[in-house]
């Protein structure tokens, strides 16, 4: 029966921990979890499956928007938050310990003239014990992230006319990252040496990590699942925009 579930599961959607990039940054949590069940999926998956395959239905009119113009919605009109477009932009995200095994999610996106260029949603590997470790190890994720790309870019012969910054929504990890002075304490190591390393790139000047409202975190749908109304707006803050307008309308639908 489970060799039954799995090959359905393999021909209805394909995905896998690769494969789900190429879905599309909006469904990047969705099919991240639906990865791990890919060895022993069971009827209750293969229905998930459907549901994002229906999904990727109703939004096939939405579309990448790449501008150097500024995108403000109306919702960030109404609370006083403008989502200022830079030429490279970074986000980092975390849900703390929201998996079964208390492992936290996290996610990053990479944004060029608005639009996401890279981006991932995944599980963290370790267990950590404060929100604050969690964005530790996510934010030193991004900043490799961040160095791979001022690299593609210096070949490819683009600057950035600012700096290089990572957004995150937590104040005390960037307070821990950009205050002198600010310290924390932990046991677990491999975080410690993750705070040191981010610490000391901020220091050299080779990235900044610069604090947005969760309100406007356009992470935040890498990391958790969204009712429908901050779905809409997740897709928004990330560069989608719905095309249908500009579609032919003698097309059938």
């Not at 957004?167 to 190591?189: F, I, S, Y």
């Not at 000391?200 to 990590?209: D, F, I, K, L, P």
């Not at 897709?235 to 249908?244: A, L, V």
């Amino acid at each position: 029966m489970a060799a039954k579930y799995n090959l359905v599961t393999t021909r209805k959607s394909g995905i896998t921990e690769s494969d789900s990039w190429f879905l599309g940054q909006d469904t990047a949590k969705a099919t991240a979890k639906l990865a791990e069940f890919l060895i022993n999926p069971g009827p209750k998956y293969i229905n998930t499956i459907d549901r994002v395959i229906q999904y990727l239905y109703e939004t096939r009119y939405w579309a990448i928007e790449y501008s150097t113009r500024d995108h403000r919605d109306q919702h960030n009109k109404n609370q006083g938050l403008q989502l200022a477009v830079k030429s490279v932009e970074f986000v980092s995200d975390t849900s703390f310990r929201d998996n079964k095994d208390r492992k936290s999610s996290e996610g990053y996106i990479c944004k060029l003239y608005g639009g996401p260029i890279d981006w991932k949603a995944t599980k963290q590997k370790t267990v950590t014990t404060s929100t604050t470790e969690a964005e530790l190890l996510a934010l030193a994720e991004a900043g490799k992230t961040v160095q791979w790309w001022r690299r593609v870019l210096t070949v490819l012969g683009f600057e950035p006319d600012h700096p290089l910054s990572i957004m995150c929504d937590n104040q005390q990890t960037v307070d821990l990252l950009t205050k002198e002075g600010a310290t924390m304490h932990t046991k677990l190591r491999h975080v410690d040496i993750n705070r040191c390393w981010m610490k000391q790139e901020v220091s050299a000047g080779r990235v900044n990590v610069d604090w947005v409202p969760t309100a406007a975190m356009p992470a935040d749908g890498l990391t958790k699942a969204l009712p429908k109304q901050k779905q809409h707006l997740f897709r928004e803050m990330i560069g989608m925009r719905e095309i249908s307008h500009l579609i032919c309308k003698t097309e059938v639908v």
